[in-house]
Structure formats: structure tokens, C-alpha cells
């Protein structure tokens, strides 16, 4: 879909030609076909459509031709005008909307930015720095942290984005800079003219520093954030499944046992296929203190239903309540009883929930949990 409206888009201005259409076609990710559309992008007013404004296309047309014998003040001369809208004040004023002009162009060519992005991440860094060292936070091992990018692991990325969305870290991309310069300036400067390859020189750095740097790196970051949260999903998923895959305690009645203090332990019997047999609320835990009272209740569901296994959530309460079940199975010789304590991580939740509601309409919030 994007190919489509890039090539209608071009094609509207009158500027698609046949080479360009199959580049377009032909690329495999989105960043190449971003790229290819950029020279042709609708841009707000940068500094470029400025300069383009009052005129200095042509001067810049002249410096990147690279052949001239005189000083380029004096070409740029030519430029000065005080003309509303196009002032251009003297010679350097012009120069510099020239440079303008090329930094753009330098930075809209596709291929330089897939070299540049390749290039930084094979040998960039992902740097990330504390705003303030003397702040304590879970985010210390990269408050002096670097790593290539190439190898940098999406659970430290995960956790960087974190720590910088947080406030705690300032984070950058280092690239090769060197290298990306020496061969921007292999592409750019095709003759050693002593007037225009320090301009050029200057314009190269500008246009890397200024507006390709910047949109590399934010590619880069994305790209590398999309990556990790597709790998934690996986993790996730993966944790999740053998989860789900644990067997079921088969073949058992069982005695679910949520404790608590004030609103004293709920209790549901379930038979062995997950059916709703009794349900009850006892007090044995603090201020209520009904231990014996509460034993007499448990063990009378016991023997009426057969239970088998007790199931206590490891919620506030737990340790309370596993003793009380411990002491009754002793005193009370229920030798085919046993108890387990059970993660009740997301029953509140879920018990409030509508799915839930439909499951157990009959009861209320506390006991479907």
C-alpha cells in the first residue's frame, strides 16, 4: 500500500521515471522505501526551501560542480539582493543558503542513509548516562553504560527505554562518525578544487550532523525497541504456555481456602470435574480468633463431600490459616488429606471480571475468587 501511494505521489509531480518506480518496487523493508521517497516528501519549510526561495539554487548548483578558479565570494556575489522576501545580506550569507541547499540534498540521497545505517549498527554504540549520579533507582547499571549495538540484548534495551522514559537516563546512539564522513565525502567531492572542497567539507558534516544523524538514530532506536518487545512477547508467551500446560490436579475433590483476616477465610468445594459443590465464610484468623469453631465447619465439608485436597492462596493470611489447616489434619487424623499452597496471583481480578460473572453468576465477588 505505501509503494503505491509513494509512486502516485511522485508520479503527481511529474518527477517518476521508470529506474525509480523498479527501485521502489523492488525494496524489501519500509525504511528503503522511506528512503527513496524522501527527496520527493511534501517538507515543511526547512532551511533549504528558505534559501530555494530567494534564489540559491543555481549558486548552489555551481559549488557542487567543483570547478571554479576564483574565490566563491565572488560568484556569490551575484546573489545579494534586498528583494522583500529573498534578502540576501552579503556574499557569505549567500554561501551559507547554498550549503543549506547541498546539506539536504546530501541527506536525501537513499543509498548514503542505508550505508549509514548499516555502518552504525555494525559498529555504533548505545550509550546511556545518569542525568544525575547521585539519584538511587533501579536504573544504576546504566548510569555509565555502553555496548555495540550489534549485540546489545533486548531486555537491556527494554529496560534503558525504561530508564530514560523515567527521567534517570540520558541515552545516545555513537556512531563511526570518521568513517560515515570520509565516505560521504568519497561521494560528494569529485575534484580537490581549493575553493569549494573546505565548503563541501563543512556542508557534509552539517547535513550528517544536523539531519541525518538524528533520523538514523531514531530509525535505529525503533527498530531495535520493535525487536525486543517482539522477543519479551515471545518469552512471555512461551513462560505463559508451560503455565497452562501444567496437568491438572486430577481425580480430586477439592477445599479452596482464601484467607483472610477481618472479612474472615472464604472457603469452595469443587468436585473433581471443576463443579461448585458447597461454599462457606469461617473466622479462625485475628480479631475473630473462631479457631475450634472453624475447624468443626471445615471438617464437617470434609467428610460430606470427601475432600481430599485442601488448597490455600498465599495471600495476607496464609501463614495463619496454613497453620490452622496443618493442626486440624494432625488432630483430627485426616490421613487422606493434604494441603498445598497456591499463587492466587490474578483471582481477584479475574473473579471481577464479566467473564467470570457469566461463569459463577450465582455468586458473589469474594467467593468466585
Known sequence: DRKEQVIASIEEQGKLTDELKQQILAAETMVLVEDLYRPYKQKRRTRATIAKEKGLEPLAEFILQQNTDKPLEEEAAKYISMEEGK????????????????????????????????ITMKEGKLISIAKDEKTESVYETYYDYNESLSTVPGHRILAINRGEAEKFLTVKIEAP????????????????????????????????????????????????????????????????????????????????????????????????????????????????????????????????????????????????????????????????????????????????????TEEFPDFDVAQRS
Open 177 to 356: 562518525e570518521e568513517r560515515i564522513l570520509r565516505y560521504l565525502e568519497k561521494q560528494v567531492l569529485t575534484s580537490e578544487n581549493e575553493f569549494t572542497a573546505p565548503v563541501l567539507k563543512a556542508t557534509i558534516a552539517d547535513a550528517y550532523d544536523r539531519l541525518i544523524a538524528p533520523a538514523i538514530e531514531r530509525e535505529i532506536r525503533s527498530s531495535l525497541t520493535e525487536k525486543a518487545e517482539d522477543g519479551a512477547i515471545k518469552v512471555f508467551g512461551k513462560n505463559l504456555e508451560q503455565l497452562l500446560l501444567q496437568p491438572p490436579i486430577a481425580g480430586k475433590v477439592v477445599l479452596g481456602w482464601d484467607p483472610a483476616f477481618r472479612t474472615g477465610c472464604k472457603l469452595a468445594v469443587v468436585d473433581a470435574t471443576g463443579k461448585v459443590l458447597d461454599t462457606k465464610v469461617i473466622y479462625p484468623t485475628e480479631p475473630h480468633n473462631k479457631v475450634e469453631e472453624s475447624k468443626r465447619e471445615v471438617k464437617k465439608l470434609i467428610d460430606k463431600y470427601h475432600v481430599t485436597l485442601i488448597s490455600c492462596g498465599n495471600g495476607t493470611a496464609s501463614r495463619e490459616s496454613e497453620k490452622i489447616i496443618a493442626d486440624m489434619i494432625k488432630e483430627m487424623n485426616l490421613n487422606d488429606v493434604d494441603y498445598i499452597i497456591t499463587n492466587e496471583a490474578g483471582a481477584s481480578v479475574y473473579s471481577a471480571s464479566k467473564l467470570a
Open 87 to 118: 534578502e540576501v545580506a552579503d556574499a557569505k550569507a549567500a554561501i551559507a543558503g547554498a550549503m543549506d541547499i547541498i546539506a539536504e540534498q546530501i541527506s536525501d540521497v537513499a543509498d548514503y542513509r542505508t550505508y549509514i545505517r548499516d
